[in-house]
């Protein structure tokens, strides 16, 4: 096991951080953890990859069953959707509590039996880790499923219209050998200083004033050209606590710009003041909408495929 780094404790007001800041920078170089559950074979092996499209990654914690549950029966089926085959994968770590582990590692191990498409290793799943999550999926892609035309990459309380997202991959085809990583855009974000929040990011860790741009986490969407380079870049760049933001640090490294792309909003729909924020026919124009309940995502996945859907709205 990676042993923690003591010289943190040398660095000016670490004391004073939250304990989970400290956590964070004890353990920031850590980067090798075990597989508890893989898939090595979701792409047809490395050499049979090529003929995979699209690659659902989604990161869930352990706890969410209902949420991974809905996504297999909706929009994270494995098919082929006019010709474009699409697989998934869930990106967990172990539950922080060893009670809740023992129990959560044996309901991912029957999940795994019943749909083979979990991947575990063997570090705490917290919000912290998200970063190593990310980067363990990374160099997992790079071995196992390096021909990927396009990953989506996303958190799993999200509604995702597949269908849409594989059309406007194919209307970008060929993108697959350059850059593509298109999001909800953030520039010109700050780091939050205030101690109490989820997002709090302290001086001792990042410095400057600015984010680079990035894509919102929630959802986004990338070419394989593009995952192969973060892969890269995130080899050379110490991991930071807030991922999305950590992936336009490689992008920035890479002088590869995101893009913005207004189908995506992981900030909710916003749709005018006095209409229906879950009328169908929002959802079937857009890419991904943030956040949805297991039993919203099972309506809505539904109610986009009525062939009866008679739609004259346009979203703004």
């Not at 991904?288 to 309940?293: E, G, I, N, Q, Y």
């Not at 039993?295 to 062939?307: C, D, G, L, R």
């Amino acid at each position: 096991p990676c042993v923690a780094n003591a010289s943190v404790h040398n660095v000016t007001g670490f004391a004073k951080l939250p304990g989970h800041v400290q956590d964070f920078m004890r353990y920031r170089h850590c980067r090798s953890f075990p597989a508890l559950l893989d898939v090595p074979s979701k792409c047809g092996g490395a050499e049979g990859s090529s003929n995979i499209f699209l690659l659902l990654a989604i990161k869930s914690s352990p706890v969410n069953y209902e949420r991974r549950e809905v996504i297999r029966k909706t929009w994270g089926q494995e098919r082929t959707f006019e010709g474009a085959p699409i697989r998934r994968v869930f990106l967990v770590g172990v539950a922080p509590s060893a009670q809740d582990a023992k129990k959560l590692n044996w309901l991912l191990r029957l999940e795994q039996r019943e749909h083979g498409d979990v991947l575990q290793w063997d570090f705490k799943d917290t919000f912290f880790n998200l970063t190593l999550k990310q980067v363990l999926f990374h160099t997992w892609l790079e071995k196992h499923c390096p021909g990927v035309h396009f990953i989506f990459n996303g958190d799993d309380d999200v509604f995702v219209n597949t269908d849409n997202v594989i059309h406007f991959a194919m209307a970008t085809q060929g993108i697959e050998e350059r850059h593509l990583m298109v999001g909800q855009l953030f520039i010109n974000n700050s780091p939050v200083r205030i101690q109490h929040s989820k997002y709090f990011v302290p001086t001792q860790l990042l410095a400057s004033k600015q984010y680079p741009p990035y894509c919102g986490g929630g959802g986004m969407l990338m070419s394989g050209f593009t995952a192969h380079v973060i892969s890269r870049e995130s080899r050379d760049i110490e991991l930071f606590p807030i991922d999305d933001v950590y992936l336009g640090m490689c992008l920035e490294k890479a002088g590869l710009p995101p893009a913005s792309h207004v189908g995506i909003r992981t900030m909710g729909i916003g749709v005018p003041a006095n209409t229906d924020p879950f009328d169908p026919c929002y959802y079937r124009e857009l890419l991904l909408v943030h956040r949805f309940m297991p039993y919203e995502t099972a309506v809505m996945w539904q109610a986009i495929h009525e062939p009866q859907l008679l739609c004259s709205k346009r979203v703004s």
